[in-house]
């Protein structure tokens, strides 16, 4: 069965960096588009950043533009999402994402919190 495995979260002061990491499992992961959503206190869920199966495209949300890259290691079944020059408002618990066959699936969730 598909499982997503997320790791790298932390407490991180404002302008730092953290690396989160999903390893996947349970399907072809090379052929499938890979997402990393977040959701904050009290806000709903929301998409991060997008890579195709082959790595070739990326799509990001306007708020992370320019700080945050997603990546992917298809020899070892691994998305990554870069996360530079953090902001308190990047408090999250931070989900991989997975569609497959047109199911959603989900890792059970990092958390990054971002203070002093």
């Known amino acids: 069965q598909v499982q997503l495995v997320e790791s790298g979260g932390g407490l991180v002061q404002p302008g730092g960096s953290l690396r989160l990491s999903c390893a996947a499992s349970?399907?072809?992961?090379?052929?499938?588009?890979m997402s990393w959503y977040r959701q904050g206190p009290g806000k709903e869920r929301e998409l991060v950043a997008t890579?195709?199966?082959?790595?070739?495209?990326?799509n990001y949300a306007d708020s992370v533009k320019g700080r945050f890259t997603i990546s992917r290691d298809n020899a070892k079944n691994t998305v990554h999402l870069q996360m530079n020059s953090l902001k308190p408002e990047d408090t999250a618990v931070y989900y991989c994402n997975a569609l497959v066959q047109a199911r959603h699936y989900w890792g059970q969730g990092t958390l990054v919190t971002v203070s002093l």
């Open positions: 349970g399907f072809t992961f090379s052929i499938y588009a």
């Open positions: 890579i195709t199966g082959a790595g070739t495209r990326t």
